[in-house]
């Protein structure tokens, strides 16, 4: 197992290939991770709200640290050699 680069919240949503993409990438790492979904644990109104009007799905927050979406967030783990 590579060294895990901490806990994410991942907010997703049906249908999203990026989403998909990003919890696969950390469960196939083993990796902890929670993963919201639209219309189930979160609302639209409640993602623009955090994340502001027009933000993209999957949004990632690392360790608390908002990572931004499935390229955002694989370009920081490779950076960080976690990928």
């Known amino acids: ?3 895990n680069p ?3 919240l991942i907010y997703s949503r049906a249908g999203c290939p990026y989403c ?3 919890v696969e990438v950390f469960r196939s790492k083993g990796w902890s991770y929670t993963e919201y979904k639209l219309n189930e644990q979160f609302t639209r109104d409640q993602f623009n709200k955090q994340f502001g009007p027009g933000s993209t799905f999957p949004q990632v ?3 608390g640290k908002r990572m931004g979406g499935c ?3 694989v370009k920081y783990l490779r950076e960080n050699k976690y990928l």
Request: avoid cysteine; proline fraction near 0%; charge should be neutral.
């Open 71 to 73: 390229t955002e967030t």
């Open 20 to 22: 998909s993409k990003i």
């Open 1 to 3: 197992m590579s060294a």
């Open 61 to 63: 927050i690392l360790n």
């Open 6 to 8: 901490g806990s994410a």
